[in-house]
């Protein structure tokens, strides 16, 4: 069985007062900027939770998932809303995800796993997709 670990999935905007003490207390830098947000690379994170401890403000949120290596997404159809706000600019850093037709014209959401190597690992789609539909592929 995967170990787990809790991994601070997001720092809240509105609660984050920017004082960086989150990323100082980080020792492998997991925490990065992107247009002046912060975010958690999943894969360097080590789930110290040491980041959770110094913000004084409660502005990082905390999931419980597998500990491995990040090797893309996956998309339940299930699940799938099909409202495709994955694929705006503003959901996805690197526009990693897309649309694909059948030969009966059903549209599929999917991830550009030849692209893997531009992920952030940050977990935001998996995150903030509103049908749950978009999960980790983790393997150890
Ligand atoms: S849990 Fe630890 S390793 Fe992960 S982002 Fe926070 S301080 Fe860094
Ligand atoms: S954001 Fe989620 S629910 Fe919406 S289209 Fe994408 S995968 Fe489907
Ligand atoms: S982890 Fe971040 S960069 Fe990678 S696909 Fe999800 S939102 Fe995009």
Redo the contacts with the bound molecule.
């Keep these: 069985m995967k170990a787990e670990k809790l991994f601070p999935i997001s720092i809240n905007p509105n609660l984050c007062v920017r004082c960086q003490r989150c990323m100082y207390s980080c020792s492998p830098k997991a925490i990065f900027f992107k247009n002046s947000m912060r975010?958690v690379n999943?894969e360097k994170c080590e789930g110290c939770l040491k980041c959770v401890d110094v913000c004084e403000h409660g502005a990082i949120e905390v999931i419980s998932i597998e500990e491995g290596k990040?090797e893309g997404?996956t998309i339940d159809e299930e699940r799938c809303l099909k409202c495709y706000k994955c694929l705006k600019d503003d959901?996805?850093?690197?526009g990693?995800?897309f649309l694909e037709r059948d030969e009966k014209g059903q549209e599929y959401v999917k991830?550009r796993a030849k692209s893997l190597s531009?992920?952030?690992?940050?977990?935001?789609?998996?995150k903030?997709c509103p049908g749950n539909a978009?999960f980790?592929i983790i393997k150890e």
């Design positions: 975010y999943y990040l997404f959901f996805c850093f690197q990693l995800f991830f531009k992920c952030f690992k940050c977990l935001k789609c998996f903030n978009i980790p």
